[in-house]
């Protein structure tokens, strides 16, 4: 089992800066590729980004590419997104995910753990 807690969600104005961080507890976390996605109301949970078990690659959504940044510590079993030049489009709740193999997120949308949430609200 792994267990997975985000924080730093917030409200930020368009343009503004925001960033994420998510602490896993359990099993060992480089065991594991992570990966956050997002869920805007009424809207399916989509993949923003992720990052393989060693960090040696990241992958992104085209929509935040550029903008936003996945990095990981396994030290300290932390996974953290930093989000730049953040749009209204980008409000969501954001969810940290842990799976073995990072095409399970990125081409299936699934994911084997999950947290449970943190709200990005991004006002115009």
């Known amino acids: 089992q792994v267990q997975l807690v985000e924080s730093g969600g917030g409200l930020v104005q368009a343009g503004g800066s925001l960033g994420l961080s998510c602490a896993a507890s359990g099993r060992t976390f480089s065991d594991y590729a992570m990966g956050w996605f997002r869920q805007a109301p009424g809207k399916e949970r989509d993949f923003v980004a992720g990052?393989?078990?060693?960090?040696?690659?990241?992958y992104y959504a085209d929509s935040v590419k550029g903008r936003f940044t996945i990095s990981r510590d396994n030290a300290k079993k932390t996974v953290y997104l930093q989000m730049k030049r953040l749009k209204p489009e980008d409000t969501a709740v954001y969810y940290c995910a842990a799976d073995p193999f990072i095409a399970t997120m990125r081409s299936k949308l699934r994911s084997k753990y999950w947290g449970q949430g943190t709200q990005v609200t991004v006002s115009s």
């Open positions: 990052i393989t078990w060693n960090g040696d690659s990241t």
